[in-house]
């Protein structure tokens, strides 16, 4: 929310990679809202999100929906950086705020269409032959559609662009370097590029491959759900922490490590003043 408020309260970061930063965030506080809302769900009737019902449709529904428009938000965000870096200054400025914002709304409206496949009938509350374990009423099937795909557009897609990034901006410093031109400003670009691909990876990783490795699990497993308890109950909701926690750690690592968002943060405490300065000025 902090984020989200920052971003929309700044005018002069309203740019196109601030349009997807502000989504990211979004989706995000989406992922945490549906969270807390299975978790009520578990503390209240924990039976309902073992053995599945009805009930539990809508909010896993919604859950699928917002970690889906938060992985393609990260590979957006990271397609819009190799085309600032990678493309000609002309190609930059055709990335704009309107494709943003269309890349937005094909983001959301691919996310809704996935994530609600259960709600328009793709479930298992009639048949039981293929119902999964972990999410239940979802269908094995249904995950596998949904995480085999998305897996490897997290991972390689990201992959893909930020080691495209470092490429660039090494080949343009040898070539400054070979000119006699100072360097100091690619080096720290591709420093800074360097470590946040690393830290988006990790925190992907950490995040994400737990939750595949217990739809593999769930494609795999021919038990019901009373051997498995309580074991692999407990191990699905480390999975559904880690999500959480990546909800918490996409701010840090694109938008509040900024040094700017965090000036202007610090100039929302006291809007007021710094808009007669302004005017002053």
């Known amino acids: 929310c902090t984020v989200i408020f920052t971003r929309m309260a700044t005018k002069d970061l309203h740019k196109p990679i601030s349009i997807l930063f502000c989504n990211l965030a979004l989706s995000d506080l989406f992922t945490s809202f549906s969270g807390f809302w299975i978790s009520m769900l578990f503390i209240t009737n924990?039976?309902?999100?073992?053995?599945?019902?009805?009930?539990?449709?809508?909010p896993y529904a919604l859950y699928t929906t917002s970690i889906l428009s938060t992985i393609y938000n990260l590979v957006s965000i990271g397609i819009e950086r190799y085309l600032a870096v990678a493309e000609s200054m002309r190609t930059r400025f055709r990335v704009a705020r309107n494709h943003s914002i269309a890349v937005v709304l094909i983001n959301w409206v691919l996310a809704f269409?996935?994530?609600?496949?259960?709600?328009?009938?793709?479930?298992?509350?009639?048949?039981?032959?293929?119902?999964?374990?972990?999410?239940?009423?979802?269908?094995?099937?249904?995950?596998?559609?949904?995480?085999?795909?998305?897996?490897?557009?997290?991972?390689?897609?990201?992959?893909?662009?930020?080691?495209?990034?470092?490429?660039?901006?090494?080949?343009?410093?040898?070539r400054m370097k070979a000119c006699g031109q100072a360097t100091g400003t690619y080096k720290s670009a591709e420093i800074q590029v360097a470590r946040t691909s690393i830290f988006i990876w990790l925190l992907a990783l950490i995040s994400y491959a737990p939750f595949f490795a217990g739809v593999i699990f769930d494609a795999t497993n021919h038990q019901c759900h009373v051997d498995l308890y309580p074991g692999v109950y407990i191990?699905?909701?480390?999975?559904?922490?880690?999500?959480?926690?990546?909800?918490?750690?996409?701010?840090?690592?694109?938008?509040?490590?900024?040094?700017?968002?965090?000036?202007?943060?610090k100039a929302l405490k006291c809007l007021s003043v710094n808009r007669i300065r302004a005017c002053t000025i």
């Open 46 to 58: 924990p039976d309902i999100t073992i053995f599945g019902s009805k009930g539990m449709l809508a």
């Open 235 to 265: 191990f699905r909701n480390c999975t559904a922490m880690l999500i959480t926690m990546n909800c918490l750690g996409n701010p840090i690592i694109y938008t509040l490590k900024l040094k700017t968002l965090g000036a202007k943060l």
């Open 113 to 174: 269409f996935l994530g609600c496949l259960p709600l328009m009938g793709w479930n298992c509350l009639q048949a039981e032959e293929n119902v999964s374990v972990l999410y239940s009423p979802f269908c094995v099937s249904y995950l596998i559609f949904i995480a085999i795909p998305n897996v490897v557009v997290a991972f390689i897609i990201p992959l893909f662009t930020y080691l495209r990034i470092i490429i660039i901006l090494r080949k343009r410093k040898l």
